[in-house]
């Protein structure tokens, strides 16, 4: 069956970098692009943007530019997103998603990053 | 940006109940609209794209309905394990979530 598989919680020092992945089992990787989405209390749910896993052509929010970097390992069928110079803003659980007939389906099972010092 | 407001934050119904959540848009999102169950600790779980199709898997008593900038998640029978928060998701122009609902049993 379709599954996206997310890395470990992650705890990291404010300034730093985090590289999230989500691993796509059950269909064809590059059928579908892989969306990132970010949950906080505070916030709720945040869509940060999407990678083609096929040409690796990417879309973001303009409030993640710069802050999220979408890539993509074709040949592992994985999905990654590396937050950079890190801040307590940064704290959430992040969501990969991808799906048919609606790209926005399947949910990765979510990844904790705790930014402290 | 696209404001997705739901209504209400909170809302209390008894088993069995006919239950309506509704989500307004600051503009027409044409009818690019999903609806999601999230339980306490889980990930967000597709109930109805594109306003009214039935995601694979989801019970019958879950329909969607709307248009232009109103849109609908009805429960026809409430049932204990739809204990959860709702989301509303439009991807019409720049992917945008609401705040959600919380639904709770009376």
């Known amino acids: 069956q379709v599954q996206l598989q997310q890395s470990g919680a992650e705890l990291a020092k404010p300034g730093s970098s985090v590289k999230i992945s989500c691993k796509a089992s059950?269909?064809?990787?590059?059928?579908?692009?892989i969306s990132w989405i970010k949950q906080t209390t505070g916030q709720g749910l945040e869509y940060i943007g999407y990678i083609n896993t096929g040409s690796g052509g990417t879309n973001y929010n303009e409030k993640f530019k710069g802050k999220a970097t979408l890539t993509v390992d074709k040949s592992s069928s994985t999905a990654f997103m590396q937050l950079s110079s890190l801040t307590p803003d940064d704290s959430a659980v992040y969501y990969c998603?991808?799906?048919?007939?609606?790209?926005?389906?399947?949910w990765g099972q979510g990844t904790l990053v705790t930014v402290s010092s | 940006d696209i404001q997705m407001t739901q209504s209400p934050s909170l809302l209390s119904a008894s088993v069995g109940d006919r239950v309506t959540l509704n989500c307004k848009a600051s503009q027409n999102i044409n009818k690019n609209l999903n609806w999601y169950q999230q339980k306490l600790g889980e990930a967000p779980k597709l109930l109805i794209y594109?306003?009214?199709n039935l995601q694979t898997g989801i019970p019958s008593r879950f329909s969607g309905s709307g248009s232009g900038t109103d849109y609908t998640l009805t429960i026809s029978s409430l049932q204990p394990e739809d204990v959860a928060t709702y989301f509303c998701?439009?991807?019409?122009?720049?992917?945008?979530f609401g705040a959600g609902t919380k639904l709770e049993l009376k």
């Open positions: 998701f439009q991807y019409n122009s720049g992917p945008t």
């Open positions: 998603a991808s799906g048919y007939p609606n790209p926005w389906a399947w």
């Open positions: 594109y306003t009214n």
């Open positions: 059950g269909y064809t990787f590059t059928s579908y692009y």
